[in-house]
């Protein structure tokens, strides 16, 4: 079964609608601009347990949800 998302605007929905987002943090270590910006890009959190994530209904409301989401089952918790 796949992932799905309770959007308080169109329901429960499947995570195909949706796109991730997550505002990266850049360690101040990392200094060079362009390792900065692959830091940026690429090194993103992926916490075990129970994690807050930002999601947009890219294919129904068009609005950004906030979701906390168990990343051991990808149990949606609220």
């Not at 329901?11 to 830091?39: K, M, N």
């Amino acid at each position: 079964m796949s992932l799905r998302i309770e959007c308080p605007h169109c329901g429960r929905r499947p995570v195909e609608e949706f796109s991730y987002g997550e505002i990266p943090t850049v360690p101040d270590s990392v200094t060079g601009e362009d390792a900065r910006d692959l830091d940026r890009a690429f090194m993103l959190d992926n916490p075990e347990g129970p994690s807050t994530e930002r999601w947009f209904h890219t294919f129904g409301c068009r609005r950004w949800l906030t979701v906390t989401r168990d990343t051991r089952t990808d149990e949606v918790l609220s």
